[in-house]
C-alpha cells in the first residue's frame, strides 16, 4: 500500500464526524465490510446502521472496510481483514460480487469456504441481492442472511460470538437461527430445507438513521432517515418491492425523534425508503420536518397523486431536482409492469415541479421490459416532450436495461439482448436530442453481466475466481472458459424448471 493511499484513508477519517474507536480487549472484532468504494457506502443506511447496532453491544467492535484501499485496512484501526474473525459483507447489488472476490484475494485469505480452517476469518454476508439468490457467491461464504437482521440482531451476534471457540461452533449456532443459509452445509438434494426470509414487525422498535457524517460521499453531511421499509404496490420487475414486504411504515413520533438527533449533527436530511411518498402521514411528516428547521430530500417522488406538500417542503429545503418514475412510456406497457401510473399523473408532476421553480425534472425509465414494443420507446420520447412543454427548465431521462430478478414476478422471463435494448436506446438518444432532452442510460452490455449474477447458480462461483479485470468481453470469456454461456443464464426459464432460489422462501406475498 503507497503512502499516498494511508494519507487519503486519515484525510477521510479526519473529515468524518461520528467515528467509533473501541478498545478490542474481550471484544468480538466484526468487520464490516461494504464491497464498493467509501464514497457510495457512506451513504448506504444499512452501514450506519450495522456499525451502530455492533458498537452498541459492549461485547462487539465494529470497523469498516471499503474497497478504496488495495490490500484492504479497516478505517478505524488499519488492521487487514485477516486480523479479524468476522467478515461481515454488506452487499446491495450484484455487480459487487466481483468486489467481495478481490477483496479476499487482496487479503490473501483462501477464497473458498470449504478451504478456510480456524485459523482464517468466518465470513458471513447479507442484503437485498444475496437474500434473493446468494447461489453465485455461495462457495465463497460461510454463512448469509436472509432478509433483515435486526428480529435476530442479538441472536445472530451471539452465535458470531462462538467463533472464539471454533467455526465449528460458530457455525452450528448460526445454523440454528432462522433465516439463516449456510451454503456448505446445507443439503443439496431434491428437496432441501426451505430458509425463511426474516423482516422486522414493528419498524419502530430499531431505528435506522445516520451516525457518521461525511463531505466524501454522495449524500454528503446529509442525515438520512429510514422512514418506511418495502412497499405494497407490487410492480412486476421490482426486487425492492418484494424483498421488503410486507409495507411497514414508522410513527411519526419516531422519524421526528430521530429527526431531532440528527439536528444536532446536520440540518440536511434525506428520507429513505423503497416509495418514501407512500408513507401515510408523509404531508404532515413533511410539513412537521420543515418546522424543526431540517432540510429535506427524497430519492423520488410518486405521482399518482403527487404531493404537493411534500414538492414545496424540498422547493423550502432547496432541493434542485424532482424525480419520478414512469418506468414505461405508454399506459399499455405500465400496466403489464403493473407501474399504475396515467400519463396525466406524470404531466400533473411536470407542472408542479415547474410551479415550485425546481431546476431539473428527472424521469426515470427501463428498456427491455417484457412486452415491450418499438412503439413503447416512442412513447417514452412523447411522455417526456409532454413533461418538456410544462416544465420549461432542464428534464433528463434516465435509461436502466431491465434485468429480470428472483423472486420477482418477472424471474422466469428471458432478459432482452444487449443488442436489442442497445439499438432502442440509440433510437431514445437521437430521438430526445432533437428535443433538447437530457439522457443518461446504463450499459446494457454491463447489464447483461447483472443478469447472470441475478438469476446464476453455484457454477458461476468459478467464474467470478477466475476473472482478471472485469468487462463485458472478458465475463463471457471466463463463463466460457468454464463451460458456461451467458445466453442460458439469460433465457426464459420454463414453468416448472427449478430455479437456483427454489429453496428460500420470500413470502409473505
Ligand atoms: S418500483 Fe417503486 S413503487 Fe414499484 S414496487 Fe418498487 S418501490 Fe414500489
Request: charged letters at 25%; one cysteine or more; proline letters at 7%.
Amino acid at each position: 500500500m503507497t503512502w499516498q493511499k494511508v494519507a487519503a484513508t486519515q484525510r477521510l477519517l479526519k473529515d468524518e464526524r461520528g467515528t467509533i474507536r473501541k478498545d478490542w480487549g474481550g471484544k468480538l472484532p466484526i468487520v464490516l465490510i461494504f464491497p464498493n468504494r467509501y464514497y457510495l457506502g457512506m451513504s448506504s443506511l444499512a452501514v450506519h446502521t450495522l456499525y451502530r447496532l455492533w458498537n452498541e453491544r459492549e461485547d462487539v467492535v465494529c470497523e469498516r472496510v471499503f474497497t478504496d484501499l488495495t490490500p484492504p485496512i479497516s478505517l478505524e484501526s488499519g488492521f487487514p481483514l485477516h486480523y479479524f474473525p468476522i467478515l461481515a459483507f454488506s452487499i446491495s447489488y450484484e455487480m459487487d460480487y466481483f468486489q467481495v472476490v478481490a477483496l479476499l484475494r487482496a487479503s490473501g485469505i483462501p477464497l473458498r469456504a470449504l478451504d478456510r480452517d480456524d485459523t482464517h476469518p468466518l465470513i458471513i454476508a447479507g442484503g437485498p441481492a444475496v437474500s434473493a439468490n446468494p447461489e453465485p457467491l455461495a462457495p465463497f461464504l460461510d454463512a448469509v442472511l436472509i432478509g433483515e437482521i435486526e428480529p435476530i440482531f442479538d441472536r445472530l451476534t451471539d452465535a458470531l460470538h462462538r467463533v472464539l471457540d471454533s467455526r465449528e461452533a460458530a457455525l452450528a449456532a448460526l445454523g440454528s437461527l432462522p433465516g439463516l443459509y449456510l451454503p456448505q452445509h446445507h443439503s443439496q438434494t431434491a428437496d432441501p430445507p426451505r430458509i425463511t426470509r426474516q423482516w422486522l414487525d414493528d419498524l419502530d422498535r430499531f431505528p435506522s438513521h445516520s451516525v457518521l457524517f461525511t463531505p466524501h460521499t454522495e449524500f454528503a453531511n446529509t442525515g438520512l432517515i429510514e422512514i418506511a421499509r418495502g412497499c405494497g404496490r407490487g410492480c412486476r420487475f421490482c426486487l425492492a418491492g418484494y424483498a421488503y414486504r410486507p409495507p411497514r411504515q414508522r410513527s411519526l413520533d419516531s422519524i421526528l425523534g430521530q429527526a431531532r438527533e440528527l439536528l444536532q449533527h446536520t440540518d440536511r436530511m434525506a428520507l429513505v425508503s423503497a416509495a418514501v411518498s407512500d408513507h401515510s402521514q408523509i404531508d404532515e411528516l413533511a410539513i412537521q420536518l420543515r418546522r424543526l428547521g431540517a432540510r429535506i430530500g427524497v430519492s423520488s417522488v410518486r405521482v399518482d397523486p403527487i404531493s404537493e406538500p411534500l414538492v414545496r417542503a424540498l422547493a423550502e429545503s432547496g432541493t434542485q431536482t424532482l424525480t419520478i418514475a414512469p418506468e414505461a412510456g405508454s399506459e399499455r406497457l405500465r400496466r403489464i409492469i403493473h407501474k399504475m401510473q396515467t400519463e396525466q399523473d406524470v404531466i400533473n408532476a411536470a407542472e408542479l415541479a415547474g410551479r415550485y421553480h425546481l431546476a431539473q425534472l428527472k424521469l426515470y425509465f427501463m428498456i427491455g421490459l417484457p412486452g415491450e414494443e418499438e412503439a413503447d420507446i416512442q412513447a417514452i420520447v412523447d411522455l417526456a416532450s409532454a413533461c418538456a412543454s410544462r416544465f420549461p427548465r432542464q428534464v433528463t431521462v434516465n435509461v436502466t436495461p431491465f434485468v429480470p430478478k428472483a423472486h420477482t414476478p418477472f424471474q422466469r422471463v428471458a432478459q432482452t439482448p444487449a443488442a436489442v435494448v442497445q439499438r432502442r436506446l440509440d433510437y431514445l438518444e437521437r430521438e430526445l436530442r432533437r428535443r433538447n432532452i437530457g439522457l443518461k442510460s446504463e450499459s446494457p452490455a454491463w447489464a447483461e453481466i447483472q443478469g447472470t449474477l441475478a438469476r446464476g447458480d453455484r457454477r458461476l462461483a468459478e467464474a467470478l475466481q477466475i476473472i482478471d479485470r472485469v468487462t463485458p468481453r472478458a465475463w463471457r470469456q471466463a463463463l466460457e472458459r468454464c463451460g458456461l454461456s451467458a445466453d442460458e443464464f439469460l433465457a426464459e426459464r420454463p414453468a416448472g424448471t427449478r430455479l437456483p432460489w427454489h429453496f428460500i422462501r420470500f413470502g409473505p406475498s
